[in-house]
């Protein structure tokens, strides 16, 4: 039987930047790029260049994400976790993202965690303390609360291996299932007439 720790004694969790008005703006003038919860994907970003930036002055900068973050959204009904790897500059995210990171001592790889927050055992916790209301939404407290399955290292790494290996598949099957769509359409469209 695995083990089982809630998530405060396995990594600190934090909120983003709190923002009084729009968080983004088009002026790169502060040089500080926006992760959004709408840029909150299952999987990495490595790749800063095509976040906006944010709208705040440099000095008033509070919440600076580091590579090795794991970003979760709070508000909404979207549950997907993603890694932020990218550097090559300063980059904060709202408070409406929880940022977590693994504690050295907490013995779990930032990896697990991900694959953790992304399974169906992840979502169904997370949506038990989703709150109702009319824009649904997670406290921090209660993310804190929550019993995370914490094997071996060894167990932490099998189960990532095989996560990694079918995220790759089904990547593959996403362009094989494009690719399909558009094969069946330029027949149809030649089969028509058109071409």
């Known amino acids: 039987m695995v083990a089982k720790k809630t998530l405060s004694h396995i990594a600190d969790v934090s909120l983003g930047q709190t923002f009084r008005e729009r968080a983004e703006t088009d002026s790169p003038e502060s040089g500080i790029r926006l992760i959004q919860i709408k840029d909150v994907r299952e ?3 490595n790749d800063i260049t095509s976040l906006p930036y944010a709208d705040i002055e440099p000095s008033k900068l509070k919440v600076k994400l580091l590579a090795g973050d794991l970003l979760l959204p ?3 009904t979207r549950t997907e976790a993603m890694v932020f790897r990218g550097g090559g500059g300063n980059v904060t995210t709202t408070n409406q993202v929880a940022i977590i990171r693994p504690r050295q001592d907490g ?3 930032l990896d697990y965690l991900h694959w953790f927050f992304n399974s169906a055992e992840g979502s169904v916790l997370l949506e038990s303390i989703r709150t109702s209301a009319s824009i649904p939404n997670i ?3 209660n993310l804190l609360e ?3 399955p914490v094997p071996s290292m060894k167990k ?3 189960v990532v291996e095989i996560y990694h290996n079918w995220c790759a598949q089904r990547a593959t099957l996403r362009e094989l299932i494009v690719n399909g769509e558009s094969l069946v359409a330029s027949a149809a469209h030649e089969m028509l007439g058109g071409g």
């Open 43 to 45: 999987g990495e970003l």
């Open 74 to 76: 709070l508000r909404g």
């Open 107 to 109: 013995g779990v790889s």
């Open 139 to 141: 406290s921090v407290k």
């Open 146 to 148: 929550i019993l995370v």
């Open 156 to 158: 932490q790494k099998q």
